[in-house]
């Protein structure tokens, strides 16, 4: 996917690629208004950016067909609805895509089976399709920090470790902060990602440490050291804890201090029900989700829970997981998804 | 998000004249609500599916049951199937007649393994046994390490010869755990394996080797509440795969329904040995197949109600009992005594949790703090016997008195002596049929009823104060009906528990 990715450049010389007019504008334009002194004392009218290029990847091993069972026609259009809730599509979204299925058939007067998987590619990929789907770091505001949270378990800490070594592996400087404090040896597995990921750590100073005080101290590293990217690790929460969600609010307002949050993603394991709704709810309003990463889709789960979260929240589908290798990971791409989920090649 | 199937069911109802007979049309209707209740539970479709048609072939087939409207007797039956289905292989973790006895968890990746290991060896630690905790999963970075961890904080030992992050053999791990638990002694081995997916065929018979090596008296699978419609796959898939012999639900404290209970019951068979349900290291608890059954629907009220229907709860005695609260004053006293009851019994959250009509107040539940019990203790221990018994005493010198004794502030204690007052006045009200106005005061009856009367009535040990809640809640109940209202409304809503929260 041809993504614009874009970090400052380096005194020392890399491969330096010709900045567009444009950017360089932008760039000076969000600079006036950082509200930090340091930076906006420094005065850059033109702060070269240079251009990131991350290595290709894909998703389509880890997506699996929705019918392997069945032979997809204008009879089985219900069957249809039963294949979209039993992969976690819900019933009201199977209900209304099946519908939508339904009435575009009708119009087109499609028949074939081909038409139809057409047709159902067409609704679903217009559905999960979001305008936001980029990661957000291109507008030279570096450190890019990047917040990750999520209930317990459902990746979060190996997400870090892929990302980390995807935007390594581009050229950006990645910093992490190891924010969640509660889980035991939590910050030891995320070491052992960043060393393999080849990005910096944070650690906490104590045991138990308040995890907004990593994040500031992360934060403030992240900025001294000037590392293009800050990922900050928490720990997995239920949403329905107040008192947790709390603290994942101030972790937010602590980084804000310092610098401008690029990125909140949401983590959520494809195998989630339809709490998968509730955990986007609850996690937008405390912690301004901007993006959801699916993990484990190389499971038999579909992740038809996305759906919802995409219609109901607006909330895009940024990134997922596929594997447990260091490289299973890619961005979100509704087409491909939908046509994965369709058993459609090509 | 969406309304809970009680409020649905009323409004599938409303139209419908109660005609004493069940109709076909009736349980289809009910039918379709329960369903789709079902799929946003999470159960898997295929066991929704089963699951109607076995309840349409017995509510057809079932006497009519003069008590209850077409409604609630299907929902009666939808009840009773789903407490057959998740308790039916109902049994206690089996331990072997030679020690040790070996259990080996199994699941996916991140669905609470090695917190759950270190859960169930404190369990067992404080039943006397000397449990050993086997660090197997050599995969997933740091495990090793956090189980060691866990080990150490509940004082628990740890065999771990393996770095993991990917070094070393599960296999022999496992093999050599339980040579050295039998040198040791040890009386239970709790092997914590690697997160696999059921289609993973390596790992899936790596885990089949590892359940040979160690010849395991259980092997639990372990599986997050919060799971879809996947649930069936991934059962199976462990169940073929490993041989589950029971299974293991986890996060059950957070707000998902936990269909996957269900399908997991129903697809595999298996019983369901333990619910976890916290942060802790207590969380963790013996599984009921009620309370589960009343989450998965989510309307606990309504069970209630026709449980009461049903046992043709004799009014004029309810409301003698009622009376009788009336009369005698409700003492900060039997309040104390409430309270030191309901602390017993455990964490007050996760009972309430269990409550009926609790499905609208389980948020406000989840952030009552439960501090706030101990510090209302505080300020009426810190009252003399006369002052517990009669509040009005409770003048400006007495009240910085206790705020000094408890450690509490003077407005704490006018703040609970207000509440107090408000519910005393409460109970008087619908003890006499009147419906209660609650400003500020909501989920009193619920709390201080329901709950006390209906679990300490098990206890046997009620006293005036606690027992009284029974027929306050029910009176309330009776109230609420004769108006129209559904039941637990009165008892629902905002605010906290009765004079305890803010």
Redesign the interface.
């Known amino acids: 996917m041809a993504f614009q990715f874009w970090k400052r450049k380096r005194e020392e010389p890399v491969a330096v690629e010709q900045v567009i007019a444009e950017n360089t504008t932008e760039q000076t334009a969000v600079i006036t208004t950082e509200s930090t002194s340091e930076v906006a004392a420094e005065i850059q009218p033109k702060p070269e950016l240079e251009k990131v290029e991350l290595p290709k990847r894909s998703a389509r091993k880890g997506i699996r067909a929705l019918f392997s069972k069945i032979k997809f026609d204008l009879e089985n259009l219900d069957e249809l609805e039963d294949i979209l809730i039993q992969s976690d599509f819900g019933v009201d979204a199977s209900a209304a895509i099946v519908a939508s299925v339904k009435e575009i058939a009708k119009k087109t007067s499609a028949k074939t089976e081909n038409d139809l998987k057409k047709i159902l590619i067409d609704v679903l990929a217009e559905n999960l399709e979001n305008k936001d789907k980029a990661l957000n770091l291109s507008d030279g505001n570096t450190p890019y920090v990047v917040l990750v949270v999520g209930v317990n378990g459902v990746g979060k800490t190996t997400t870090i470790g892929k990302l980390s070594k995807w935007l390594v592996q581009g050229g950006f400087q990645v910093m992490i902060g190891a924010a969640d404090t509660f889980r035991a040896a939590a910050v030891d597995q995320v070491a052992t990602w960043a060393e393999r990921a080849g990005a910096k750590l944070i650690r906490p100073k104590t045991e138990g440490q308040d995890p907004a005080s990593v994040a500031f101290e992360a934060t403030e590293a992240a900025i001294n050291s000037g590392s293009d990217v800050l990922i900050i690790d928490t720990a997995g929460r239920l949403q329905n804890k107040a008192d947790l969600m709390n603290e994942l609010d101030k972790i937010r307002r602590v980084v804000e201090k310092q610098a401008k949050i690029a990125e909140v993603l949401l983590v959520i394991d494809a195998t989630t029900g339809q709490n998968g709704l509730a955990q986007a709810k609850a996690f937008a309003e405390v912690a301004k989700v901007t993006g959801v990463v699916l993990t484990k889709l190389d499971g038999t789960a579909k992740g038809g829970i996305v759906y919802s979260i995409q219609q109901e929240l607006g909330i895009p589908v940024k990134l997922v997981g596929v594997g447990e290798g260091i490289d299973d990971f890619s961005f979100f791409d509704a087409q491909e998804f939908a046509r994965g989920l369709v058993g459609q090649e090509g | 998000?969406f309304g809970n199937l009680s409020d649905r069911l009323i409004e599938t109802f409303k139209n419908l004249r109660s005609k004493g007979k069940l109709s076909p049309a009736d349980i289809d209707a009910t039918l379709r609500e329960i369903r789709?209740a079902l799929?946003?539970?999470?159960v898997?479709?295929e066991v929704v599916k089963n699951f109607t048609t076995a309840v349409r072939e017995r509510a057809l087939g079932d006497e009519v049951s003069k008590a209850l409207n077409p409604a609630q007797q299907v929902v009666q039956i939808v009840n009773e199937e789903l407490v057959k289905i998740l308790g039916g292989e109902q049994r206690k973790l089996s331990f072997a007649k030679t020690a040790p006895t070996v259990i080996m968890l199994a699941g996916?990746?991140?669905?609470?393994k090695?917190t759950l290991a270190g859960k169930l060896a404190k369990w067992l630690k404080d039943q006397g046994q000397t449990p050993i905790l086997v660090a197997a999963d050599l995969?997933?970075?740091?495990?090793v390490?956090?189980?060691?961890?866990?080990g150490e904080?509940i004082g628990v030992p740890v065999f771990a010869p393996e770095p993991g992050?990917g070094v070393g053999n599960p296999v022999s791990v496992a093999k050599d755990s339980i040579k050295h638990a039998k040198q040791k002694m040890f009386s239970v081995v709790i092997v914590d394996t690697a997160g696999r997916?059921?289609?993973d065929e390596e790992l899936m018979t790596q885990a089949k080797d590892i359940s040979k090596a160690v010849d395991p008296d259980e092997v639990l699978f372990v599986i997050?509440s919060?799971?879809?419609?996947?649930?069936v796959?991934?059962a199976k898939?462990f169940d073929d795969g490993v041989g589950i012999t029971g299974v293991v639900l986890t996060?059950l404290?957070?707000?998902?329904?936990g269909?996957?209970a269900l399908s997991v019951a129903s697809v595999t068979g298996k019983p369901i040995l333990f619910a976890s349900n916290g942060?802790g290291m207590d969380a963790f608890e013996p599984f009921y197949p009620d309370r589960m059954a009343s989450r998965i629907l989510d309307m606990g009220d309504v069970l209630t109600l026709i449980e009461q229907t049903q046992k043709n709860f004799d009014e004029s005695e309810a409301r003698a009992m009622a009376e009788k609260l009336a009369k005698d004053t409700f003492t900060l006293e039997d309040f104390l005594d409430q309270m030191q009851q309901l602390k017993k019994m455990g964490s007050l959250k996760s009972m309430l949790a269990m409550m009926p009509g609790a499905g609208q107040m389980?948020?406000q539940l989840?952030?009552f703090d439960e501090r706030e019990i101990v510090r209302t203790e505080a300020i009426i221990r810190s009252m003399t016997p006369a002052e517990r018994r009669q509040p009005k005493l409770l003048n400006g010198s007495r009240r910085s008195r206790i705020a000094k004794g408890s450690g509490m502030t003077v407005t704490d204690v006018n703040s609970l002596v207000n509440r107090f007052e408000q519910a005393a006045k409460m109970m008087k009200t619908v003890a006499k049929g009147g419906v209660p106005q609650m400003p500020g005061m909501p989920g009193m009856p619920g709390m201080g009823g329901g709950f006390v009367g209906g679990k300490a009535k098990s206890k046997g040990k009620d006293k005036k104060g606690s027992k009284s809640g029974n027929p306050a809640k029910r009176a309330a109940e009776e109230a609420a009906r004769a108006l129209g209202q559904k039941p637990g409304e009165a008892s629902s809503g905002s605010g906290s528990a009765f004079g305890l929260g803010k």
């Open positions: 998000m789709r799929l946003e539970a999470d898997a479709l996916l990746q991140g669905s609470g090695t995969q997933r970075p740091n495990a390490n956090q189980l060691q961890v866990v904080r992050n997916l059921g289609i997050d919060m799971i879809g419609q996947d649930a796959n991934v898939a996060k404290d957070g707000d998902a329904r269909g996957a942060e389980r948020n989840e952030n």
